[in-house]
Each structure stands twice: as structure tokens, then as C-alpha cells.
């Protein structure tokens, strides 16, 4: 996606592409459409509608100039045009925020930062189980076992606060941004994906129509998750990097081959800049 008056193809750059030439007063996110990491920064980059561009990358033929900015050659990366560079998802999140404080997410109370901080600490063990479950087409009951307690604790988290549907109460936080990928991927198996039994708490204007109405996990066990998970789906920064459950699930699928689908759905997109002037 990109930012305020800022265009560039969201294309995949991959080895052996030249490096595509910076603007001079514009934010550079190197990322990669469907990463839950690189969704994090771009979730707080809409939020606080920081203009940028992107630049997509293919994660399994790297540039070399990604390597150059990151050595681990993962995305998220910020570059400033001046060179400077930050990378790590949750470190190119609260650098954001403290760079453009206005309508600061991050909490100043330390004591709540710390409570958050151990809350998005578990996305770790969260993202091992989501992916137990796409290699195993949703049986690995380790995977199921994993997340059901993450579910659990955030649920009665949520049940702690009763401020609001946000884990900061009215308005998201930084903690609500930081987990949030992981929840909207979930969709992609049965045994999350969310109806409610309640006509007022359904979410079909922004979950896809073929999702069944079969009795779910979400909307039984772990109600307050729920009512978070809709109200996160409404929110402006989530319709603007979010992909539907078909796009999830396919783009999953081809996870699992030797040449991830890393520019499904482009088919309309301009051409990449480099290959533009030959």
C-alpha cells in the first residue's frame, strides 16, 4: 500500500533487480504484501496516516539490496531518505510512534507498556501454531492447543480492562496493532472463523461471504475476543492493509510450494519501474 500522494507498483522486486531510486523527502517500507510482520508497520503507518511508499520484495530470491538494509533479509524495513534504517517489526512500530507522536499509541504508564509488552510477547508462540496449522490443513493439535490458550488469555484480558472493545479501551493501541495479523489469519481455518449466533454481533460486512455459519469458537468461547475482532475489522488502518479470506487462504496454499504467489492478485498493476523504460 502506499501512503498519502505516493505511488509505486506493488510488484515483487527480487534478486538481480536493480535498486529502485529513492524519493527524496519520502519514507521507504520495504515489505511484502501478505507478511503479518511487514502488516504491522503498515498498520500503523495508515493509522497515523504517515505518507510512504513500498517497495514489495520476494522473500525467497532477496535483492541484495535488501540485505545491504537488513543482513537478516526479513521485512519490515523503514528507510528515511537520508539512509537511515530501522528494521524488526515491533521495533519499526514504536519508532513510528515516537517519531510522529501525534495520537500516540504506545501507553506512558510503565506498568500497562509491560503488561502490553508480555501480551504481544505471545505472538511469538501464536505465529508457531498458525503455522502448525497451515502445514498440517488445520489438524495439529498442538497448533489448536496453542492458540485456544491465546484465546483464552486474551479473552480475559480483554474481560480485565472493560473499557471498552479495544484493548486500549475506546480507541486502539499499539498492542491492538501488534497482534491483529495474526487474528485476521485465523479465518483461514474452520474452527476460527467467526459467525455469531447473534444477528447484532455479526461481522459479514467485512469477514467474506463463504464463510459458513456452522457453531464457531470464537463467537462461543472467547465472546470479548469476538467483539474485539469485529470492531478491528471496522477500523480504517485494518480495511486499508487487510486481504480477504480467499486471498489468505490461497496465498497460504502456495506457501507451501517452492514459489509462494507473492503478486496473486496484480494482474492490473503497473509494470515495475526498472522494466517500464527498457
Known sequence: MAGKGQ???LRTFEEGMP??????????????????????????????????ETVNVHLKRKPSWLLERNPKGRVPVLEHPDGRIVFESIIVCQYLDEIFPE????????????????????????MMAWYQLLFTDGESEEGKATIEAGLHMYDQELEKRQKGPFFGGSKPVMLDY?????????????????????????????????????????????????????????????????????SHRRF?????????????GLDDEPPLPHLAKL
Not at 497460504?252 to 496473486?264: F, N, V
Open 178 to 246: 501488534l497482534i491483529w495479523p495474526w487474528f485476521e489469519r485465523l479465518t483461514m481455518f474452520d474452527d476460527y472463523t467467526s459467525l455469531s449466533s447473534h444477528p447484532d454481533e455479526r461481522i459479514t460486512s467485512t469477514v467474506p461471504e463463504d464463510i459458513s455459519g456452522r457453531p464457531v469458537v470464537v463467537a462461543t468461547k472467547y465472546p470479548r475476543v469476538f467483539r474485539w475482532m469485529a470492531s478491528m475489522f471496522e477500523l480504517p488502518a485494518v480495511r486499508d492493509t487487510m486481504f480477504d479470506l480467499m
Open 103 to 126: 495520537d500516540c499509541l504506545t501507553p506512558q504508564d510503565p506498568y500497562q507498556k509491560a503488561c502490553d509488552r508480555v501480551l504481544v510477547d505471545y505472538c511469538d508462540k501464536f
Open 252 to 264: 497460504g496454499r502456495s506457501q507451501l510450494t517452492a514459489d509462494p504467489e507473492y503478486d496473486m
Open 19 to 52: 535498486f529502485p531510486p529513492m524519493k527524496p523527502d519520502t519514507l521507504r517500507l520495504y515489505s511484502m504484501r501478505f507478511c503479518p510482520y511487514a502488516q504491522r508497520a503498515r498498520l500503523v503507518l495508515a493509522h497515523k496516516n504517515i505518507p510512504y
Open 7 to 9: 505511488r509505486m507498483t
